[in-house]
Every structure is written in structure tokens, then in C-alpha cells.
């Protein structure tokens, strides 16, 4: 524990006026990369929160970095006698082997998942009402050996885009999640850009983009669901009404003198009917 004590103060000495916060602990529940159990990881946070409380009060913690749908280990993180307190909870919060990000795992959404982990935030004494959502993704096909996952959880880069979007979306209409990270921006088998041969950039690059370019400044109004048609409802920096359309059933609507479409990536569409698929699209409401 003592090198462990000079290692993260060599950290945040170095680091700590110009990263925002720190991840104490990652995957925790996964031996190959974490802890062989919670109270091995409570021990290790222990060091790096009193460094913080004894020299760096300034800087931010979170943990406990556990991965997937295992709640019963973020529980033990945060209902505990180990005399610590995180600045927020970060999770690893993969819904990848279901499928598409509005699948069930357990009679559990996504929007479910968000929300249970939230309240266990907020029940619990050990931790700010912060929640960090500190990685995601989905594997592509055809990218063996470097997909994380089998052959058969992956999916095409098309998919790929369209599902990190929706569930980035769905993240935001929760309203319950401080940060997402889309992990990550260069990786063979999962990433934005493919460095099989030299840098690709795939088709969630500019859908990342977009995304990022058209609400970061956006104030969530409201998301509707029908039949599996999802409308997500949001204003702009300039007042305008933004709306997010994508359905689990194929479906067409008529593209209305009042509409500015464009799709996921930010071509402009100009069909008279507007085909609402996996694929996100936003309408712009003049």
C-alpha cells in the first residue's frame, strides 16, 4: 500500500491542476482486470481517498468502475464500514450482449438499469449524487481477433453507429447520467476510427460528430415511446425545437413543410416521406 501511496500522489501532484477528475479503480468485478473482491478494492480507494482528504482536497474521485448489469457489487462498493466517500460513481455500464440498447436483460431497459443504479447513488452515504457512465460500446463484425466479444454479439459498423447513438440518447433523456464516454476513439474492433491499415475513420465517427456538434448545448423536453417509435424532444441554444426520431419497427412518416431533416451523420434529406428505422434521424422544427 505505501508504493501504491507514492504512486497516486506522483499522480496528482503531476496531474491535478489539469485533470478534472479521477477514476480510482476500473472493472473492478473482473479479476483479469480488477480486484479478487470488493473488499480488495475498498482497501485499495481507501489509499487514494486519504491522499485526497490529506493533501489534494481539490481534486475529484470516482469508483468503483464495476462493468456490466452486476449491481450487487456497486451495492457492496456503496453500502459499506470502510471510512471513505467517492465524488461520484463510475460504471462501466455495457448492455452490448442484449442486443439493441432498449433490449431487456432481466426485465431491465437501459433507461432501467440507469435509473436503479441512480437510486443506489442516492441512497447511499458514501458518494455524491454524480453518476459516470466511463465506457461503451458495441463489437463489429468481422474484426476478430480484436473484438472484445464472440462473432455473434457483433454487429455491422452500421449498427454499430445506431446503436452507440440511441444509447447515448437514451442516457441523455434520463436525465441521471453527468458523463458518457463513447469508448474509444481508435480501436480495431470497436472503436471510431480502424487502425487495421492506417486510420479509418468508420461511419460513427461523423455520427459522433454530429451528435456532439448539434446538442451540446441542448435542454432535454421530453421522450415518447409508441410502439416501439421513440421521439426524443429538445431546444436548442437558439430556441429551436429539435426532434430525434428511430423506431425498432420499421416505419414511414411524411416530411412536412415544417421539417428540417438530416440524418445521424448530418446529410440533409430531402425524400417526401422520411423512413424511421434503426438509424436515428434529427428534424429540425422550423
Not at 507514492?6 to 480486484?35: C, H, M, Q, Y
Not at 467517492?86 to 432481466?106: C, F, K, T, W
Not at 426524443?232 to 419497427?249: A, G
Request: some cysteine; aromatic content about 14%.
Amino acid at each position: 500500500m505505501e508504493l501504491l501511496r507514492k504512486d497516486l500522489e506522483t499522480i496528482f501532484s503531476t496531474l491535478g491542476e489539469i485533470v478534472d477528475i479521477f477514476e480510482i479503480g476500473s472493472t473492478i468485478n473482473r479479476a483479469k482486470w480488477g480486484f479478487f473482491s470488493v473488499d480488495e478494492y475498498g482497501s485499495f480507494y481507501k489509499v487514494a481517498y486519504d491522499l485526497k482528504t490529506s493533501k489534494f482536497p481539490h481534486i475529484k474521485l470516482i469508483g468503483s468502475g464495476v462493468i456490466d448489469f452486476e449491481y450487487h457489487f456497486t451495492a457492496h462498493t456503496l453500502f459499506n464500514f470502510f471510512d471513505y466517500r467517492y465524488d461520484g460513481i463510475s460504471s462501466l455500464l455495457y448492455v452490448d450482449r442484449r442486443g439493441a440498447p432498449e433490449n431487456m436483460q432481466m426485465g431491465f431497459t437501459l433507461l432501467d438499469k440507469i435509473s436503479l443504479l441512480t437510486t443506489m447513488v442516492w441512497l447511499s452515504p458514501k458518494s455524491a449524487h454524480e453518476l459516470h457512465i466511463t465506457e461503451t460500446n458495441w463489437p463489429i463484425s468481422g474484426t476478430a481477433p480484436y473484438a472484445p466479444t464472440s462473432e455473434y454479439e457483433c454487429v455491422s459498423e452500421e449498427l454499430y453507429a445506431a446503436y452507440m447513438l440511441r444509447y447515448h440518447l437514451l442516457a441523455f433523456a434520463s436525465q441521471q447520467v453527468d458523463s458518457l464516454s463513447w469508448h474509444q476513439l481508435i480501436a480495431s474492433g470497436y472503436g471510431l476510427i480502424d487502425n487495421r491499415e492506417g486510420l479509418r475513420k468508420r461511419e460513427a465517427y461523423e455520427v459522433y460528430k454530429y451528435m456532439v456538434h448539434t446538442l451540446k448545448n441542448a435542454e432535454f423536453l421530453r421522450l415518447d415511446i409508441k410502439r416501439g417509435h421513440h421521439i426524443l424532444q429538445c431546444l436548442l441554444e437558439n430556441d429551436e425545437l429539435l426532434q430525434i426520431h428511430w423506431s425498432l419497427q420499421p416505419k414511414s412518416i411524411k416530411n412536412e413543410d415544417i421539417f428540417r431533416p438530416f440524418s445521424s451523420s448530418g446529410a440533409e434529406i430531402e425524400d417526401e416521406f422520411l423512413e424511421i428505422g434503426a438509424e436515428p434521424i434529427y428534424i429540425f422544427i422550423k
